[in-house]
């Protein structure tokens, strides 16, 4: 079983930055690929950014392309993403999870999110 939390959250002026944090309890954590997907209030959860397990590719959902770093470290049993140019649109709940894939189902292990507010 692996659990995740997601940390670095919180309220920022659009064309801001944030880096968030998904620290991950488990042994075997260099084995997983992970991801980071979204959900913005009355929307569906979206796929944001996904990377490797070893961190060699790296996949990122259009709207955020050029925007966001999905990178982690294996060491620490950590992946990061970082935000730049933050959007009003990207205000959601930011949510880790094992797997990799562009679709929901692609996806287990969720963390309990952390809240991204961007402000106009």
Do not use: H
Request: negative net charge.
């Amino acid at each position: 079983q692996v659990q995740l939390v997601e940390s670095g959250g919180g309220l920022v002026q659009a064309g801001g930055s944030l880096t968030l944090s998904c620290q991950a309890s488990v042994r075997t954590f260099s084995a997983y690929p992970m991801g980071w997907l979204r959900q913005a209030p009355g929307k569906e959860r979206e796929f944001v950014a996904a990377i490797t397990w070893s961190g060699g590719s790296t996949y990122y959902a259009d709207s955020v392309e050029d925007r966001f770093t999905i990178s982690r470290d294996n060491a620490k049993n950590t992946v990061y993403l970082q935000m730049n140019s933050l959007k009003p649109e990207d205000t959601a709940v930011y949510y880790c999870a094992t797997g990799i894939g562009d679709t929901v189902q692609d996806y287990n292990n969720w963390g309990p999110g952390t809240q991204v507010t961007v402000s106009s």
